[in-house]
T-cell receptor
């Protein structure tokens, strides 16, 4: 089945530690996105990528980094510079021709120890 | 800038009809989308309106009025499984880029 896979489902970060969230898609989509969702809130864009080897900052990129070395993969690193990382992180992808539909993974819930 | 406003919570009973409103302010407008998210789950696409009027998909319908910068999602014959958060979203296009701006979401509670 085609879809977006995020791992792990739950992740714990120690203070001062960098952690990486995985996002893989087999939908052959060009565009991929990372969102952060806080309790009772909407989705805020962290980073997005339109094509391989290219990505842009979203609205809340500080303390995060990404890479897009392969079309299928768009990992997000939460660095120690992100002082409030506890949130639900969602990865999404979009087909080049269906510009208004994004497909989401099941999310990673990150907590701080 | 761009912003979308939705009510934070709506409560309705099983079998009823409920309307979730969304007003938006955008520098350019390319359509209004709706997404459903169950607690702790992934948002899923429900509908998209590019032009004024009503789009119907089964029990769900979505309406857009571009002159009023307003849209709504209409859910009919409510079922318990419809309890979820509903987000309106508008695309923000700049050159070759495309990203979605999401509203803060409306939590729908369906009661028996």
């Amino acid at each position: 089945d085609g879809g977006i896979t995020q791992s792990p489902k739950y992740l714990f970060r120690k203070e001062g530690q960098n952690v990486t969230l995985s996002c893989e898609q087999n939908l052959n989509h060009d565009a991929m996105y990372w969102y952060r969702q806080d309790p009772g809130q909407g989705l805020r864009l962290i980073y997005y990528s339109q094509i391989v080897n290219d990505f842009q900052k979203g609205d809340i990129a500080e303390g995060y980094s990404v890479s897009r070395e392969k079309k299928e993969s768009f990992p997000l690193t939460v660095t120690s510079a992100q002082k409030n990382p506890t949130a639900f992180y969602l990865c999404a992808s979009r087909d080049r021709l269906a510009k208004n539909i994004q497909y989401f993974g099941a999310g990673t819930r990150l907590s701080v120890l | 800038g761009q912003s979308l406003e939705q009510p934070s919570e709506v409560t309705a009973v099983e079998g009823a009809i409920v309307q979730i409103n969304c007003t938006y302010q955008t520098s350019g407008f390319y359509g209004l989308s709706w997404y459903q998210q169950h607690d702790g789950g992934a948002p899923t696409f429900l509908s998209y309106n590019a032009l004024d009027g009503l789009e119907e998909t089964g029990r769900f319908s979505s309406f857009l009025s571009r002159s009023d910068s307003y849209g709504y999602l209409l859910l009919q014959e409510l079922q318990m499984k419809d309890s979820a958060s509903y987000f309106c979203a508008v695309p923000s296009w700049g050159g070759a880029t495309n990203k979605l701006i999401f509203g803060t979401g409306t939590l729908l509670a369906v009661q028996p």
